[in-house]
C-alpha cells in the first residue's frame, strides 16, 4: 500500500486527464475558501474553465487523496526562460481536512518540485487577512511583503539534491500503485456528478491573480 502522511492523505501528482477530479475539489470548496483561494466570489463556470488551464503546460498539480477522492490541491505554475525560471505557488484545502497539517505539507513538497525543476524565485500570493498562510510561508524562509491588500511570500530556493530527487522519483512509484489501488469506479478519471452549486456562485466573477494562493484565516495547526 502506498505511505500516507501524517496528515492521513496520499500525495501524488495529477495526470492532465484527471482536470475533473481538480474541478470538483474546488467545487467542493465552502464559500469562504473559494474566496480566498480565487481572490473573491467565482462562479462554477469560472472554476469550470479554469480547470481546462489548471493541468496545462507548465502547470505541476499536487494532489492529497482520501478514499480516492481529492481533497487537497498545490499549483506550481512554472514560466520565465531557462536559468531565471521563476514559478508560482496556490494551495488549496477542502474544510473537513484542515487543521492537520496539510497546508505545510503541500508548501514543502511544492518547494522540492521546485528545487528539482531549478526554479530560482517562488512566489506564492494571499490575502493581507489570511495570516494562516503566511505563516506556512514564514516556515520556510519566505520573505512576505504586504501592499495593497495581498501579502507576498517570496523565496529563492537551493538547488535540487539527491534527497529531493529522490523523494520525487519514489513519490511517482507510489502514484502508479495508489492508482492501481483504487475501486475500479475511481481509477480511471471521468466526469463524475457535479456538486451542488455552493452559495454565492453566481455572484459576479472577482478579477483574480492566475493561482492565488489560499488557507483559512482562523488560527487552526499548520
Known amino acids: 500500500m502506498p505511505r500516507k502522511s501524517r496528515s492521513g492523505l496520499v500525495f501524488r501528482k495529477l495526470w492532465p486527464s484527471e482536470r475533473d477530479k481538480v474541478r470538483d475539489h474546488f467545487l467542493r470548496l465552502d464559500p469562504e475558501d473559494r474566496h480566498l483561494r480565487f481572490f473573491g466570489q467565482v462562479s462554477d463556470d469560472f472554476i469550470e474553465r479554469y480547470c481546462h488551464e489548471v493541468l496545462a503546460a507548465g502547470y505541476v498539480v499536487l494532489a492529497g487523496f482520501a478514499d480516492?477522492?481529492?481533497?487537497?490541491?498545490?499549483?506550481?505554475?512554472?514560466?520565465?526562460?531557462?536559468?531565471?525560471?521563476?514559478?508560482?505557488?496556490?494551495?488549496?484545502?477542502?474544510?473537513?481536512?484542515?487543521?492537520?497539517?496539510?497546508g505545510t505539507e503541500l508548501f514543502r513538497r511544492l518547494i522540492n518540485l521546485a528545487r528539482n525543476r531549478s526554479i530560482r524565485t517562488i512566489h506564492s500570493a494571499c490575502l493581507v487577512?489570511?495570516?494562516?498562510?503566511?505563516?506556512?510561508?514564514?516556515?520556510?524562509?519566505?520573505?512576505?511583503?504586504?501592499?495593497?491588500?495581498?501579502?507576498?511570500?517570496?523565496?529563492?530556493?537551493?538547488?535540487?539534491?539527491?534527497?529531493?530527487?529522490?523523494?520525487?522519483?519514489?513519490?511517482?512509484?507510489?502514484?502508479?500503485?495508489?492508482?492501481?489501488?483504487?475501486?475500479?469506479?475511481?481509477?480511471?478519471?471521468?466526469?463524475?456528478?457535479?456538486?451542488?452549486?455552493?452559495?454565492?456562485?453566481?455572484?459576479?466573477?472577482?478579477?483574480?491573480?492566475?493561482?492565488?494562493?489560499?488557507?483559512?484565516?482562523?488560527?487552526?495547526k499548520a
Request: hydrophobic share 35%.
Open 68 to 102: 480516492g477522492e481529492v481533497r487537497a490541491v498545490g499549483e506550481l505554475r512554472t514560466y520565465g526562460a531557462p536559468g531565471r525560471r521563476k514559478a508560482e505557488i496556490a494551495i488549496s484545502i477542502e474544510r473537513p481536512y484542515q487543521s492537520r497539517g496539510v
Open 129 to 220: 487577512d489570511n495570516a494562516k498562510m503566511q505563516r506556512i510561508a514564514r516556515k520556510f524562509g519566505c520573505a512576505v511583503e504586504v501592499e495593497r491588500g495581498q501579502a507576498e511570500a517570496r523565496l529563492e530556493p537551493p538547488w535540487p539534491s539527491y534527497f529531493t530527487l529522490m523523494e520525487e522519483a519514489v513519490a511517482e512509484g507510489r502514484a502508479v500503485i495508489h492508482t492501481l489501488l483504487l475501486p475500479p469506479a475511481t481509477r480511471l478519471p471521468g466526469r463524475a456528478a457535479r456538486p451542488g452549486r455552493a452559495p454565492g456562485a453566481d455572484a459576479k466573477e472577482a478579477p483574480a491573480p492566475p493561482i492565488p494562493a489560499s488557507e483559512p484565516t482562523e488560527d487552526r
